[in-house]
């Protein structure tokens, strides 16, 4: 189904599918990622890599991701960090096109 609208975002340079997602600002228990326009399945993979590393010895973990394409279905990142003992939280802003989704 997002097939086409990768591909799409992509011809128009939109999403840049080889860019590399980079912590860019780091505190104890937050972090800001710059997707660097790319595929939001990878910029949120390094949001859950920092929170499930944090928040065990934390107590509490955030980390907003900025300029990234489509993110995919948010639940399976709230069930990645559920699957190590966690409670998570995921919401978006929505497309560009004015589709948007509820928080998971």
């Known amino acids: 189904m997002r097939l086409p609208q990768y591909i799409d975002e992509m011809s128009k340079g939109l ?3 080889h860019a590399t997602p980079s912590l860019t600002l780091r505190a104890p228990t937050t972090a800001v990622i710059d997707g660097a326009n790319c595929l939001g399945q990878v910029a949120c993979e390094v949001a859950i890599d920092f929170v499930v590393a944090v928040a065990p010895t934390e107590g509490v973990a955030v980390a907003l991701v900025r300029r990234m394409g489509h993110s995919g279905r948010l639940g399976q990142y709230v069930e990645d960090v559920a699957d190590q003992g966690l409670i998570g939280v995921a919401c978006g802003t929505g497309a560009l096109d ?3 989704v509820a928080p998971f």
């Open 15 to 17: 999403v840049e599918g």
């Open 98 to 100: 004015g589709h948007r």
